[in-house]
């Protein structure tokens, strides 16, 4: 009985490091190898970046500081070696679904806690968004304007699986928003085992079940 109960412990151990083994590797990018006014796409491994509008581009700008991202360079839309507009739909696509998408948000004019953007997210290469019109909003009181130049991030989170795409409108909220830069962008990269080759934990604690099993069919002949 005692093996029983080992070897059924030992397989629930072997499915939750099978389970670790799938999280994916985390990735942040802030810009910050990049010079100024450079048009960013495809620099950076898993994701391209791109804006939506007539000869509109994601260009960097380096503005941290008086803007408290990591220093020294944000991203904005506008056209290719500037002007900046920051006032255009920014796209992100990604080569792999990832999970759970931050990033900050600096240069908000809207009262806080109004909305300055929405997002639509697509996930598994679905042609279509599956998640529509979610609010990004603003957290912080005042802005970065004399008197009080709060220059601080307005963080965001996206908390899905498997992205594939985001969408982040900002055109329908220009008016109010005057324009919103972007930096830190994090999110994990989904990483599966093929499913023919399973991982070396899960073998050897397979096959240490198989041994606790054969013991105990030896043990149970051998008293009969």
Not at 161 to 183: K, P, R, Y
Request: charged residues 10%; proline residues 7%.
């Amino acid at each position: 009985m005692k093996s029983q109960v080992l070897a059924v412990a030992l397989l629930g151990a072997a499915a939750l490091l099978t389970g670790q083994a799938r999280a994916g590797t985390l990735e942040t990018i802030n810009f910050d190898n990049l010079g100024d006014f450079v048009t960013v796409t495809n620099q950076y491994a898993n994701v391209v970046f791109s804006a939506m509008g007539t000869g509109e581009v994601v260009l960097t700008t380096s503005q941290n500081p008086p803007y408290l991202g990591s220093p020294p360079n944000l991203i904005c839309t506008g056209v290719s070696g500037g002007p900046l507009d920051c006032t255009h739909d920014l796209i992100l696509t990604f080569s792999a679904p990832v999970d759970n998408l931050t990033f900050d948000a600096f240069g908000n004019q809207t009262p806080a806690p109004g909305t300055f953007a929405l997002a639509d997210v697509f996930q598994n290469f679905s042609a279509t968004a599956t998640v529509t019109n979610i609010p990004l909003t603003v957290s912080h009181t005042t802005h970065c304007t004399a008197p009080t130049s709060d220059c601080a991030a307005d963080p965001q989170s996206l908390p899905y699986l498997g992205i594939t795409q985001v969408v982040v409108h900002e055109s329908a909220f220009e008016i109010v928003n005057m324009g919103t830069a972007f930096d830190n962008f994090s999110f994990t990269v989904e990483q599966t085992a093929p499913p023919d080759t399973p991982e070396p934990s899960t073998l050897f604690l397979t096959g240490l079940c198989g041994i606790v099993w054969a013991g105990h069919r030896f043990l149970t002949r051998k008293s009969m």
